[in-house]
């Protein structure tokens, strides 16, 4: 007997808070992982840790947020704890080794897809782990090629996602680069989903000490969103990471300097200790001198 399933029991609620965690956590993600690039200092594997947690948090709660939507009108759906849980610690392990391939070896092409792809079959992993800790009273049957199609999805996502996180700088470009990654994965798991079919062994309802859907959702929703809350919070502290360089610093530091020209006059930073001085040009001019050091010889 064919189970009739419907994936979106709760209309568009499921859709849009799934796709807005993942969102949050690819956000902050690509944040935490420009941050490790672009300062290379004692916190680079804190900084990778810490994106590659938000990402892996974000998707799987994703996931099971969307999984709230799905049932199968004959038969009641459990769920297995420690196989559902085991899929989060898959979700952040994969895609800590996709992020940390690309933090410590470089952006080439070659990095970023064997991290993207090592990232994309990750979270694919984490989907049908979850699905694997479903329990009802029948089995659940995959569409072979749209499942093929929902990996190529999941690695093609997490490959843009990593060179998104290195070539991708300020806050309003990462914004964007987190809305695409969140579109992307959650076209992934409704891809997968759409590959399910459910075969019913019977009529009898479930019996066992597994969470009920509605249970489950409590602890999924307080846990990853406090972490994910959290990890929002700590990035905030860091005004460049949120802002990323000034504009004209950057432009500033690439101009090249053309013969003739008085080059630009230097403006200290926040906190740049001013330790040299300038004086004004025009004849009798005179080098900038350190202050407290030796004026140089006229020009």
């Not at 965690?21 to 944040?31: D, E, F, S």
């Not at 846990?223 to 990323?244: E, H, Q, R, S, T």
């Not at 009798?284 to 350190?290: Q, T």
Request: charged share 10%; aromatic share 8%.
């Amino acid at each position: 007997m064919q189970g009739t399933v419907d994936g979106f029991s709760y209309g568009l609620v499921t859709p849009v808070a799934a796709f807005l965690m993942a969102c949050l956590g690819g956000a902050l993600g690509l944040r935490c992982t420009t941050r490790s690039l672009r300062h290379r200092d004692s916190f680079k594997a804190g900084w990778l840790a810490l994106g590659a947690t938000s990402i892996g948090t974000g998707i799987w709660t994703m996931h099971f947020i969307a999984m709230m939507g799905f049932s199968v009108r004959q038969a009641p759906i459990n769920y297995d704890l420690p196989i559902t849980f085991a899929s989060l610690g898959v979700a952040v392990l994969m895609v800590g080794i996709g992020i940390f391939i690309v933090g410590y070896r470089g952006a080439t092409a070659l990095t970023l897809v064997t991290g993207g792809t090592i990232t994309g079959l990750g979270v694919a992993t984490m989907h049908y782990l979850g699905m694997a800790g479903m329990r009802l009273q029948g089995s659940i049957e995959y569409d072979t090629l749209t499942v093929a199609m929902s990996v190529v999805i999941a690695v093609v996502a997490a490959t843009t996602a990593l060179w998104a996180a290195v070539s991708v700088h300020g806050f309003l470009a990462s914004l964007g680069a987190s809305l695409v990654m969140g579109v992307a994965v959650s076209g992934m798991h409704y891809t997968a989903m759409s590959a399910v079919s459910v075969h019913l062994h019977g009529t009898e309802p479930v019996t066992g000490t597994g969470a009920t859907a509605t249970s489950l959702l409590l602890p999924m929703l307080i846990g990853p969103a406090v972490f994910l809350i959290l990890a929002a919070v700590v990035v905030m502290f860091d005004p460049l990471l949120v802002m990323g360089d000034p504009d004209w610093q950057r432009s500033a530091a690439r101009a090249p300097h053309r013969p003739g020209v008085p080059a630009p006059r230097h403006v200290p930073s926040y906190g740049e200790p001013a330790n040299w001085t300038a004086r004004p040009a025009g004849r009798g001019a005179r080098r900038s001198v350190p202050r407290g050091g030796h004026r140089s010889q006229d020009w």
